[in-house]
């Protein structure tokens, strides 16, 4: 089993940026398929971003040019970059890696766009 633990979100005005990151537990981080999500309220659960262990990335439309994800082998740990926010990018934003055990998911971390 591994546990993720996702910090950084917050208030921020349109237009501004914040970093969220997700650290991982357990010695094969290296390895782990990693993502963001997000759910709006009555939303469901959407893909943000993702990259693979060699660090292959793919994003979600909505996000191109605007968020990069990013990983540091060494800190277990995994990034999400958010620039030019928007009131539609308000959300909880959630943590995933995916292990051939299954998925598993951090708390989430509140993100809220507003001026």
């Known amino acids: 089993q591994v546990q993720l633990v996702e910090s950084g979100g917050g208030l921020v005005q349109p237009g501004g940026s914040l970093r969220l990151s997700c650290a991982a537990s357990?010695?094969?981080?290296?390895?782990?398929?990693m993502a963001w999500y997000r759910q709006a309220p009555g939303k469901q659960r959407e893909l943000v971003a993702q990259i693979t262990s060699g660090g292959t990335t793919t994003y979600a439309d909505f996000v191109k040019g605007r968020f990069t994800i990013s990983r540091d082998n060494a800190k277990n740990t995994v990034y999400l970059q958010m620039n030019s926010l928007n009131t539609e990018d308000t959300a909880v934003y959630y943590c995933?890696?995916?292990?051939?055990?299954?998925?598993?998911w951090g708390q989430g971390t509140q993100v809220t766009v507003s001026s």
């Open positions: 357990g010695n094969t981080f290296r390895l782990y398929f």
């Open positions: 995933n890696v995916l292990l051939p055990s299954g998925g598993y």
